[in-house]
């Protein structure tokens, strides 16, 4: 698994498919999540542009693509029951299925202990 610094995972399924969802750092910022709109099957979506949008609690925000690819499989149970994002961001409540365009974005995403990093930076600036 790596992570987007947009607070976006994606899990690897094979050589070419890849899973993305929320963080858990992601939702608990945004609070209880009351809709998300994703992207439909088909659908191309290219790294660092806007591919779905979450309403929660605490806001509105856009999600930015970790990676480009077409979708080619979407959680309609995230978008009917958006709170199992919450619940369980790294696996029920994850949001795209997708096929890579490039397998390079992946490898060049943050590991987990570079994301457990960047998330300590971020926090640092905030409190500044």
């Known amino acids: 698994m790596r992570f987007g610094r947009d607070h976006v995972w994606v899990r690897m399924d094979d050589d070419i498919q890849a899973t993305l969802g929320l963080t858990d750092y992601l939702q608990e910022k945004l609070g209880e ?4 709109r994703l992207p439909e099957e088909g659908e191309d979506f290219i790294k660092d542009e806007s591919f779905a949008v979450v309403e929660a609690k605490n ?3 856009d999600l930015k693509a970790p990676i480009s690819g077409e ?12 709170e199992i994002i919450n619940e369980d961001p790294l696996s029920e409540g994850w ?3 997708v096929e ?3 397998s390079l974005e992946f490898d060049e995403l943050l590991t987990e202990e570079e994301y457990a990093d960047y998330l300590s930076e971020e926090e640092d600036l905030e409190e500044e």
Do not use: F
């Open 100 to 102: 890579l365009t490039s």
């Open 95 to 97: 949001l795209v299925k």
């Open 33 to 36: 999540i009351y809709s998300i």
């Open 59 to 61: 806001g509105r925000r």
């Open 71 to 82: 979708v080619i499989e979407v959680n309609d149970e995230a978008v009917e029951v958006p």
